[in-house]
């Protein structure tokens, strides 16, 4: 029995129907668009992507660099039937009721592999050194490093693509119920890629995961990281087209990346004391700054931030501030930078975090093109629940801070929220409005 996305549900009433959708022109052109727009560029050195496509040749290492399973999220089509064998198997643990037995349409949507784009987009006279080292991301066999490390040394740069299978199944580590005390790489896929490092060849790191990654090592040590998240079908072409430059990645972290597991909680937006080691500020074994900040994200390309104005210094419960920014493409690529809009609030009644995420705008330029994003805040955006848990707006200053990631804000204007507190209703403002001119 063939089951589409339900769990425990009925068949899909048109299967054939479903794969026109799922698996038309259009849908994979917006699956990779996603793809391509959600892939952040954590680390380039010395600029080393994007490859040439004239490159000679390539080491492909990881387990994840000829897997389409390992492309997909847990809620995905593949999972569930994977799910429902292992119910069937014994672990039925909701005590549903079960088909006798489920078989997996493997043409439901085709999906290629990393190895299988490589394949069809190099030049034949490239050398695609194909060795995973690891059969998959648990595998805690190192049998298959020599393999690695040899393709390694033969080639002119590495490319391993590690990290996560998401589903809901024992084999898997990330997804529902699949939590994890640790946030490394699973397996022995840190000393996979700490082995193709050593051989001094360059090496791109892309991940493939569903949270972040606490890999302070290589971080350090690898050439470029590339994070591609679970990409889906047009994944693995997305990856390619961000590693040899047919796409420029502008992408930026939804959360932040920790030195550590210790660290976590991590997050932009804590209270001013933190609770960090007090007044000695770090741990004694760890930085307390994130590995990679929130919003955080790079570019094949440069980008220059200035001319910030704000419409006006004060304001009342109700009004909007306009601000507007410049944004320049300094390089020599066309690409994407999202702008961001923090505030903080000082002088409030109740304690409240250094910085809050109000606005954000996208922006694409060519090389030398400066374009204005404007961002309108609804004064009721920086409402709070106060002592009583009343939301309100109160009398304060404004800290308005705008950059290219939480922590990188180097454009900063100051306003004053007069009058007396305001009890805002469920009819309040949530999001800013912002445009690019």
């Known amino acids: 029995m063939k ?40 680390k380039n050195e010395n600029d080393l ?3 040439p496509k004239q490159i000679k040749s390539l080491a492909l290492v990881g387990p994840s660099a000829d897997s389409v399973r390992n492309l997909i999220g847990d809620y995905a089509y593949p999972c569930h039937i994977e799910t429902l064998a292992e119910a069937i198997a014994g672990g ?4 549903q009721p079960l088909p006798e037995s489920v078989e997996l349409d493997a043409t439901f949507v085709a999906i290629k592999s990393i190895l299988e784009v490589l394949r069809e987009r190099l030049d034949s006279d490239t050398e695609i050194l194909f060795a995973p080292g690891v059969a998959s991301v648990l595998d805690e066999s190192t049998a298959g490093f020599a393999a690695a490390v040899e393709a390694a040394q033969k080639a002119e740069v590495v490319v391993a693509v590690v990290g ?35 051989t001094g060849t360059p090496t791109v790191v892309v991940l493939i995961n569903g949270r972040p990654a606490a890999i302070p090592v290589i971080a350090q040590q690898a050439s470029a990281i590339v994070e591609a998240w679970l990409p889906s079908e047009e994944g693995a072409a997305a990856i390619v087209d961000v590693l040899f430059g047919d796409v420029n990645p502008g992408g930026k972290l939804p959360i932040t990346f920790p030195h550590g597991v210790g660290q976590v909680p991590i997050y932009y937006g804590h209270k001013a004391s933190g609770g960090r080691s007090q007044w000695k500020i770090e741990y004694v074994d760890m930085s307390n700054k994130p590995l990679y900040p929130f919003g955080f994200g790079l570019s094949y390309t440069s980008f220059a931030l200035s001319n ?26 066309a690409g994407d930078e999202v702008i961001q809009l923090y505030i903080r609030t000082v002088g409030a009644s109740v304690t409240r975090p250094v910085k809050e995420l109000k606005g954000f705008q996208r922006v694409t330029l060519q090389p030398g093109e400066r374009k204005t994003v404007r961002i309108e805040l609804a004064v009721n955006q920086c ?32 306003l004053t929220i007069e009058g007396e507190p305001v009890v805002v209703t469920r009819a309040g403002a949530f999001f800013s409005q912002s445009t690019v001119v």
């Open 92 to 95: 039925n643990f909701f005590n």
């Open 3 to 42: 089951f589409l996305l339900g769990l425990f549900e009925q068949p899909y009433v048109d299967e054939q129907r479903a794969i026109e959708v799922f698996d038309s022109p259009e849908q994979r052109k917006l699956a990779r668009t996603i793809a391509q727009k959600s892939i952040v560029l954590l």
């Open 49 to 51: 992507l994007p490859l």
């Open 383 to 414: 409402a709070f629940l106060n002592e009583a848990m009343q939301l309100v707006v109160e009398p304060a200053t404004l800290e308005l801070l705008v950059g290219a990631s939480s922590d990188d804000l180097p454009l900063q204007a100051m």
């Open 164 to 198: 996560d299978r998401a589903g809901l199944t024992a084999p898997c580590t990330s997804g529902e119920a699949r939590d994890r005390a640790t946030l490394g790489l699973p397996g022995v896929q840190e000393a996979l890629v700490q082995a193709v490092i050593d």
């Open 308 to 333: 910030l104005q704000v419409d006006r210094t004060t304001a009342r419960a109700g009004d909007s501030v306009t601000l507007q920014v410049d944004v320049t493409n300094t390089g020599k690529r």
